[in-house]
T-cell receptor
């Protein structure tokens, strides 16, 4: 079993929809959670960074962490065609250099 | 505001050839990383450097060597390229503690 599981998609939604992207994980030591956006032929770009459980909001993006369920989510409100990309979740434990990545979910927002 | 810069962007090698991928960051980060990204396998850590003068193997180090030249630069060398090393290579750096990684735009390598 992988440490981090992420549905590869593709996920296709109409413009303006609310998008929900999710990852599950197995290691209860993870405390730092990240979401990256990766456009085709580009490097991953940090979108959200959260510590422990709870919600964090930044513009149209909201990151949620539920440590009891070992489940993290990224919500995108009012999705735009420019949000079409692959979204990677990543996580790490306190004091370690290792970051564990999901394989990414491809999102297509249709105009 | 360059962040993490990787060169070259693209490279084609024949089996057995060698090459060095270059990476530089201007964020004064101590820690630097090399990953490879393959379809369906996500990002896999090749080597890691906690600070200038130190390097450690990651998940998939075989066939690669690294050099942490100074605080800014971290290079990845393929001594004898193999088709299995066809991939996209990303360099990343991070600040202290569990700061998030910042990535370059990658080197797309094909080995024939």
């Amino acid at each position: 079993q992988k440490e981090v599981e992420q549905d590869p998609g593709p996920l296709s939604v109409p413009e303006g929809a609310i998008v929900s992207l999710n990852c599950t994980y197995s290691n209860s030591a993870f405390q730092y959670f990240m979401w990256y956006r990766q456009y085709s032929r580009k490097g991953p770009e940090l979108l959200m960074y959260t510590y422990s459980s709870g919600n964090k909001e930044d513009g149209r993006f909201t990151a949620q962490v539920d440590k009891s369920s070992k489940y993290i989510s990224l919500f995108i409100r009012d999705s735009q065609p420019s949000d079409s990309a692959t979204y990677l979740c990543a996580m790490s434990a306190q004091g370690t250099y290792k970051y564990i990545f999901g394989t990414g979910t491809r999102l297509k927002v249709l105009a | 505001n360059a962040g993490v810069t990787q060169t070259p962007k693209f490279q084609v090698l024949k089996t057995g050839q060698s090459m060095t991928l270059q990476c530089a960051q201007d964020m004064n980060h101590n820690s630097m990383y090399w990953y490879r990204q393959d379809p369906g396998m996500g990002l896999r850590l090749i080597y890691y450097s906690a600070s200038e003068g130190t390097t450690d193997k990651g998940e998939v180090p075989n066939g690669y060597n690294v050099s942490r030249l100074n605080k800014r630069e971290f290079s990845l060398r393929l001594e004898s390229a193999a088709p299995s090393q066809t991939s996209v290579y990303f360099c990343a750096s991070r600040g202290p503690n569990n700061s998030p990684l910042h990535f370059g735009n990658g080197t797309r390598l094909t080995v024939t």
